[in-house]
């Protein structure tokens, strides 16, 4: 790339599923901080997917799915019940408001 070439630098919208066009982008960022959070008390605990079974009684292979972002076999609900296998509170806040308008190009100086 030369110093010819225009860059733009685009502002998100705060959910990336959003601002890449993806098919429910709401769910799948709900799903994706709690599975983050599973895999944050996993390594926190140094729980292996066999162990995680063994501690919760959920199969080692959907331990497995959510190490990998494999989350289209889950609800929300469900990944909710896993944090609470795990011995995690979870809670829900819920505030509705405009959604925020597409992420725009913001010019960069020369």
Same mark, same amino acid.
């Given at each position: ?10 502002? @998100?919208? @705060? ?21 983050? /959070? ?18 919760? @009684?959920?199969?080692? *292979? ?21 944090? @609470? ?5 979870? /809670? ?9 308008? *597409? ?6 100086? *020369?």
């Amino acid at each position: 790339m030369s110093d010819d070439d225009d860059m733009a630098i685009l502002a @998100g919208s @705060g959910n990336l599923f959003r601002d890449l066009g993806l098919p429910d982008p709401e769910v799948r960022q709900t799903k994706a901080l709690l599975a983050a /959070e599973i895999i944050k008390t996993l390594d926190e605990r140094k729980l292996s997917v066999r162990a995680a079974h063994g501690a919760t @009684g959920i199969a080692a *292979a959907d331990f497995s799915r959510i190490r990998n972002v494999n989350l289209g076999r889950f609800t929300i609900d469900r990944l909710i019940s896993i944090l @609470g296998r795990l011995d995690r509170e979870v /809670e829900v806040s819920v505030s509705v408001r405009a959604r925020p308008q *597409a992420a725009q190009p913001v010019a960069m100086p *020369a």
